[in-house]
């Protein structure tokens, strides 16, 4: 199930970071471009790890309900209504339970902020900005290469599910 953004995430990689890391100047005419770059970053980062990048708040609907859902994303805090009356909801890990009927809305504060996520993580999404804004064009005279430095940066903090 896809939710639905209440909240977008906060950036966790500032326009003047990946300037600096890019070497781009402050007057360099690339910002929209440098800010598409960083969003894509942080966007594919997020869906690789399966982990939420950037503090954020996600709606997630159910129209049927059994008592409790796990949910993609380590929680932060949670509210919940059932039947569109405010309903308490508890959670341990990604597991939520709300005691209610059907149909439940669950707000999901999930994300890290700038402060608490991993330097590999954010070295890694600048190493991707970079390449993204070294290789604006579509199509290349030389064959690009997956970025094995970005993937060992992630690799330790991919969530892997058995399911």
Known sequence: MRPTVVVVPEPVITRERARLHCKLSSFDQLDEELAD?????????????????????????????????????????????????????????????????????????TGDDAASLPGPIKSAMLLMIADLMENRQGQAEVKLYENQAVENLLSLYRERSYL
């Open 37 to 109: 770059a960083i969003e894509t970053a942080r966007a594919w980062t997020q869906e690789h790890l399966q982990r939420a990048i950037g503090r954020q708040t996600l709606r997630y609907t159910y129209t049927e309900w059994s008592g409790s859902t796990t949910l993609p994303y380590d929680i932060v805090s949670v509210t919940a209504t059932a039947a569109g009356v405010a309903t308490p909801a508890t959670f341990v890990d990604r597991t939520v339970t709300v005691d209610g009927a059907a149909p439940v809305v669950l707000d999901l504060v």
